[in-house]
């Protein structure tokens, strides 16, 4: 089963795999044994679901995406602000504004996270924030066992469309996630109990699926985003 690429296609084809099953996209069904039409409107997980069903003619049941694991609650939040992608990460600017006034609403304490190659765009957010009381930052610093214990335990997750994103909701832990490029109709993290879903919605041209901002040198779809009303819809969930 290869995703809806040509690349992904050619992969498949270069595995010599006997049965190779995929959607009819980028003319690459001459790669694949059987191809489909693509449904729309579907989340990514039904996406695959929907092919299994049409290879083995058999009703797929319906999703659980949830992993299971012992770590209990404690009294922190977890902020993600960064992105493979420049169109699905926050400025410097604008995340250390939005954590300044996550810092002057709640409680908590509060965790940055990022991966070692992260770990620069993340301290320089952390040295322009107003004040560290509080506030820890791990990025670079943890493994992905670690990674996967601070989500589960978190009370909450404030991150952008990201890998941790969906980390955190698939632990079951509260996710808000703040989309910028992406359709969050595809890609937003599958739970929707455990997750909110904020996007400006204001631009025509929103949502994108660029990973670099075509018509903006700076994403407008994230900079333009309410801080306070963010903050308003974490509290929601703590």
Aim: aromatic fraction near 6%; charged fraction near 20%; charge should be positive.
């Amino acid at each position: 089963m290869t995703a809806s690429s040509f690349s992904s296609a050619v992969i498949g084809s270069a595995t010599g795999a006997k049965e190779r099953i995929g959607y009819k996209k980028e003319l690459r069904s001459f790669l694949l044994t059987s191809s489909y039409k693509k449904p729309k409107g579907l989340h990514r997980v039904d996406e695959y679901l929907s092919l299994l069903q049409f290879y083995t003619g058999r009703k797929t049941n319906i999703a659980t995406v949830r992993l299971q694991h012992h770590f209990q609650k404690e009294d922190y939040v977890v902020v993600n602000i960064n992105s493979e992608a420049s169109s699905r990460r926050l400025t410097v600017n604008k995340a250390a504004e939005q954590i300044n006034r996550l810092r002057k609403n709640i409680s908590n304490r509060i965790i940055l996270i990022g991966a070692p190659k992260e770990k620069a765009f993340v301290d320089e957010v952390y040295n322009k924030l107003d004040g560290h009381n509080n506030i820890e930052n791990r990025a670079g610093s943890t493994s992905l066992v670690s990674l996967i214990e601070l989500l589960a335990s978190a009370r909450a997750v404030l991150t952008t469309d990201s890998g941790p994103a969906h980390l955190a909701n698939a632990l079951g832990t509260h996710t808000v996630v703040l989309f910028g490029a992406g359709n969050e109709s595809n890609t937003a993290p599958y739970n929707i109990d455990y997750r909110t879903i904020i996007r400006l919605n204001k631009l025509s041209c929103e949502p994108c699926q660029k990973n670099v901002c075509v018509r903006y040198k700076i994403p407008q779809c994230l900079q333009q985003l309410d801080v306070g009303m963010i903050v308003s819809k974490l509290k929601d969930q703590l």
